[in-house]
């Protein structure tokens, strides 16, 4: 038996906690399109998902030998989504970490870092133009055009969305700092 399942996530890691318990509990992903997951029912089987943030996007020649090196290795995608890639391995055929050491793990944290970062930036540059273009026109007494205060809320919401943004990469600077602190007094 099929579920669909509506759920938006913005950290990845608890992403995958919530994957790893509904296999637990026998429903296991088969599909991912944004927010919206499709879980198989099957008791006699166990899953260990991961998600990873490819260097680049799936069809990319690299990126399909990384994922014909993972297939190779008993790991199988069961789907994508943009660079993310949703990967899992039977529990029977052992652990299943894609990142092991700490060089690695800061690789990907800061993959996934710069996401936030660009977007952040996006959503700043786009807030601040609106906002500027929306308090120009009035000051001209709205000669180009009757939306001023409309390109300010929008640039206000952009403003918002961009320290959003910039608030969600904060854990993972403090991540990566954390493992390039480690990896100084471990070498």
């Known amino acids: 038996m099929r579920h669909k399942v509506w759920k938006l996530f913005y950290?990845?890691?608890?992403?995958?906690?919530?994957?790893?318990?509904?296999?637990?509990?026998?429903?296991?992903?088969?599909?991912?399109?944004?927010?919206?997951?499709?879980?198989?029912?099957?008791?006699?089987k166990q899953y260990q998902y991961r998600i990873e943030l490819l260097k680049e996007r799936i069809s990319n020649p690299e990126s399909l030998v990384y994922l014909d090196f993972l297939k190779e290795n008993d790991i199988e995608q069961v789907a994508s989504y943009m660079r993310w890639v949703y990967l899992?391995?039977?529990?029977?055929?052992?652990?299943?970490?894609?990142?092991?050491?700490?060089?690695?793990?800061?690789?990907?944290?800061?993959?996934?870092?710069?996401?936030?970062?660009?977007?952040?930036?996006?959503?700043?540059?786009?807030?601040?133009?609106?906002?500027?273009f929306g308090i120009t026109n009035l000051f001209l007494d709205e000669k180009m055009g009757n939306f001023s205060y409309g390109n300010i809320s929008i640039g206000i919401s952009c403003l918002v969305m961009s320290v959003l943004f910039w608030r969600l990469g904060r854990p993972l600077k403090r991540k990566i700092s954390k493992l390039k602190r480690e990896q100084i007094i471990t070498e």
């Open 88 to 132: 899992r391995k039977d529990v029977a055929n052992g652990d299943f970490d894609l990142y092991t050491d700490k060089a690695s793990k800061i690789i990907h944290y800061s993959r996934i870092y710069n996401v936030w970062n660009m977007l952040t930036v996006v959503e700043g540059i786009a807030g601040i133009i609106n906002v500027g």
């Open 11 to 44: 950290d990845y890691e608890m992403e995958e906690k919530w994957l790893n318990e509904m296999s637990a509990k026998g429903l296991h992903m088969i599909y991912y399109s944004w927010a919206q997951y499709i879980f198989e029912e099957d008791s006699h």
